[in-house]
């Protein structure tokens, strides 16, 4: 009798309001390594997939954008957490698409600095983007932002990890719920960053994972009309404008990051979250009777 | 006849408000036989080798010797923080000194129990309040400013903003834990290191702080903790090395501090005395300003600055606002401090406890109403029921002198224009509070008031991302915020 112990392979399955189902589809593609070994098989996400996630997404809008931004900028510390406690197994997942043991370990750092670096700006960036307006007449008018309502993310296709957290940080940090499609041909670490996600302190719903083809999600992340903005990262001048097109739909708002180099440490800024946010301004009365000068 | 029928409405608390006690466990309090000084990463011996006894107010037992810092301590620590400056935190990477604050907000948080139960026995607040408020606020105030390490340039606009360099910081004893986070953690965020010295009344927490900065692995020096009473303080005030001061205090000593740093370069914040003024219309929604008046004077025994200590209420008001707050301060436990019922404490100090009797003294001289609730009061410790004086001038010294304490001084006025005078004649401006339904008085109320926050149908609201400091005599500087972090950088 052979006692060699057989591994237990994992299942990469999508992640969709704090659970992890298949796709509704049933489809599946198979990830692999630069040489062509077979990695894992993947969840082919259907139009079905992308409707429930955003449906998901907007479930999750309200309450996400009503807490307060401190206790974001925590959830946004814990996910970082989190992360640095399963550094190893990104690391490997990192390796076994491709990167060097050096380039993983630096992927992986960054990815956790960068989460830090967003959950400080949590209840930073208002001050940095919100105005007093000294209107001419008798009004306190000021102006003060608010996230958009459900954005849908198609990630850095190149990268594994840091592409997918460089454009979801920014996003959830200012209030907004997503929907991520992954990198379609490295998509390990983004499954596995969602059981992160899973067991920090993020409501369920607030970002959903999908896997897939960009070629045939892209129309549905783009057109569905409970989208309010669509975060596309890759350079793909038709693809920039079939997104642009479809956002005509119900004015979708857009952001393009053509040419980002998510690996290098200065690629990240309060920008990246003013992005996704409206700007909302007050007017009120002040009323200006009697004459208390008050001089003193 | 129709007689007419007075409304003898009354709350009644009597019969349920025999609470059986609530005591909050003393065994998750950790306190040593004695604390040294914290220079340098390190707990030592003060050359003075002098102690001073800290005690519990509530009961007056000691607690724990505290080191008293001479000239010699002071420099120690101050060299200490220099060469830390220097040779470490200066070129400490701004996103790797924000990972070493989280780590202080973190371990707060564990520490959390503990600490908030040291904060009541060494200071006499009430638990409720040190558990919800004080502690919690500590650790949020590091977390928030953690964030902004590596961000300055962002909170600057064509700016390349830098440290200043070694700080001195000097905090009272009404919010020992907390004042220390609104101290250092913007000084770290934004690189400076610091030279803190708590009151010497309250040491504690800011000891147990020392132990967390040890636990968190900061540095050697980044932080150093001195403790001692006003010479200490001074020694750090004239120590030719200290870049800025940081002073919260009374504005006696802040005008000492401000003076003695003439002719140098150091810059400072002060953050000073108050006499709020806390303003009710007549069209306030009453039982919620009453609230609002309860919490403004008698938080923290009224030990706080920007308490709500000169009333106004609009004449057609009077008489019910005054029924009911009276009903309202009946209803009030003065008692231990560790006691989760309690809703005022112990007055911190015997001394401090000399000033408010002085001033209730004065207070009936002058000619005031005096009015004090009936409640028991322990029979050990420093205790004051909650006091409202009626019937008082303008140029009362209750009215104008900062009491610090669970005393109240009512006035009466019948316009806007009038009490935004009466408000604005003190000497201070930290704070006032405004209550009416009616969104443009109080916007009128804000531009017209002098004083650097004002509450709006609410009172003693305090967040990290709020900048708090004052008007006139009450200091300048802001803490909190944004506008917290330009205090520790040359711009």
């Known amino acids: 009798m052979s006692t060699k112990r057989v591994t237990v392979l994992k299942t990469y399955k999508i992640y969709i309001g704090g659970q992890f189902p298949r796709t509704e589809s049933g489809r599946y593609y198979v990830a692999s390594n630069p040489k062509g070994e077979h990695l894992a098989n993947m969840c082919l996400c259907s139009r079905k997939d992308v409707r429930d996630a955003i449906g998901t997404a907007r479930g999750a809008f309200g309450g996400w954008s009503a807490r307060a931004a401190f206790n974001r900028g925590q959830i946004l510390y814990r996910i970082a957490e989190m992360l640095e406690g399963r550094k190893a197994q990104f690391i490997e997942e990192l390796m076994l698409q491709g990167s060097s043991k050096v380039a993983a370990e630096k992927e992986i750092t960054l990815s956790i600095d960068r989460l830090i670096y967003y959950s400080g700006w949590c209840d930073k960036y208002q001050q940095i983007f919100s105005s007093v307006n000294p209107v001419a007449s008798s009004h306190f008018n000021f102006s003060a932002l608010e996230p958009m309502g459900v954005v849908t993310i198609v990630a850095p296709q190149q990268s594994s990890l840091i592409g997918l957290v460089s454009v979801m940080a920014p996003v959830i940090a200012g209030g907004n719920t997503c929907v991520i499609l992954a990198s379609e041909t490295k998509p390990l670490c983004a499954v596995t960053f969602a059981e992160v996600l899973n067991s920090s302190d993020l409501p369920g719903g607030v970002v959903n994972i999908l896997t897939g083809k960009v070629s045939e999600l892209l129309s549905h992340l783009s057109n569905h009309m409970d989208v309010n903005a669509v975060c596309f990262s890759e350079s793909d001048t038709s693809s920039i404008k079939m997104v642009k097109e479809n956002a005509a739909l119900n004015v979708k708002r857009t952001a393009f990051y053509e040419n980002e180099k998510w690996m290098n440490e200065n690629t990240q800024s309060p920008y990246f979250i003013n992005d996704f946010q409206e700007v909302k301004t007050t007017w009120h009365p002040i009323e200006n009777i009697g004459g208390a000068k008050s001089g003193y | ?491």
């Open chain 2, 1 to 491: 006849m129709a007689a007419t029928k007075k409304n003898t409405l009354k709350l009644k608390f009597d019969s349920s408000r025999n609470l059986a006690p609530a005591l909050e466990s003393k065994s998750v309090a950790k306190i040593a036989e004695r604390y040294d000084l914290f220079i340098n990463g390190k707990f030592e011996k003060p050359s003075s080798k002098k102690y001073f006894d800290t005690i519990n107010p509530a009961n007056e037992e000691k607690l724990s010797s505290i080191a008293d810092a001479n000239s010699t301590d002071v420099n120690k620590a101050v060299v200490a923080a220099r060469t830390a400056y220097e040779k470490t935190w200066k070129k400490t990477a701004p996103k790797e000194r924000a990972k070493y604050i989280y780590r202080i907000a973190r371990l707060i948080q564990e520490h959390a129990r503990e600490l908030a139960v040291i904060e009541t026995l060494d200071g006499g607040k009430p638990i409720r309040e040190s558990r919800d408020f004080d502690v919690p606020t500590a650790a949020n105030h590091f977390f928030y400013y953690a964030g902004w390490a590596d961000k300055l340039e962002y909170a600057f606009p064509n700016r390349n903003p830098q440290p200043l360099g070694v700080a001195g910081q000097i905090i009272p004893w009404n919010f020992p834990l907390l004042m220390a986070a609104w101290k250092i953690a913007p000084a770290l965020a934004t690189g400076n290191t610091v030279v803190l010295k708590p009151a010497e009344t309250t040491s504690l927490t800011a000891l147990k702080l020392a132990e967390i900065i040890q636990e968190a692995d900061l540095p050697p020096g980044v932080v150093n903790i001195i403790t001692g009473a006003g010479a200490t303080g001074a020694a750090l005030v004239n120590h030719p090395d200290i870049n800025k001061i940081a002073f919260t205090g009374s504005t006696e000593v802040g005008k000492i501090i401000q003076k003695a740093i003439a002719g140098t370069n150091k810059k400072a914040t002060l953050e000073l005395g108050g006499k709020a003024a806390n303003i009710i219309f007549d069209d306030a929604p009453l039982d919620q300003a009453v609230e609002g008046i309860i919490n403004g004077i008698f938080f923290n025994q009224g030990h706080v600055c920007c308490a709500g200590s000169r009333l106004f209420v609009q004449e057609s008001v009077y008489k019910i606002v005054l029924q009911k707050l009276k009903d309202r301060m009946e209803t009030l436990i003065v008692g231990d401090p560790l006691d989760k019922n309690t809703d005022i404490g112990a007055i911190n100090s015997k001394q401090q406890l000399e000033v408010i009797n002085k001033y209730l003294k004065l207070g009936q001289q002058e000619g005031a109403e005096i009015f004090q609730t009936n409640c028991g009061i322990p029979k050990k410790g420093f205790y004051c029921r909650p006091t409202i004086f009626t019937n008082v001038a303008q140029s009362n010294r209750i009215v104008q002198e900062e009491i610090f304490g669970p005393v109240l001084a009512i006035q009466t006025f019948r316009t806007e224009d009038e009490v935004i005078e009466k408000a604005n004649n003190t000497p201070f401006g930290l704070s006032a509070g405004v209550w009416t339904d009616k969104g443009s008085k109080i916007f009128n109320m804000t531009s017209k008031l002098k004083a650097g926050v004002i509450w709006a149908n609410t009172y003693n609201k305090f967040d990290p991302v709020s900048p708090f400091g004052g008007f006139k005599e009450s200091g300048f500087g802001r803490e909190g915020g944004l506008h917290g972090l330009g205090a520790y950088l040359k711009v």
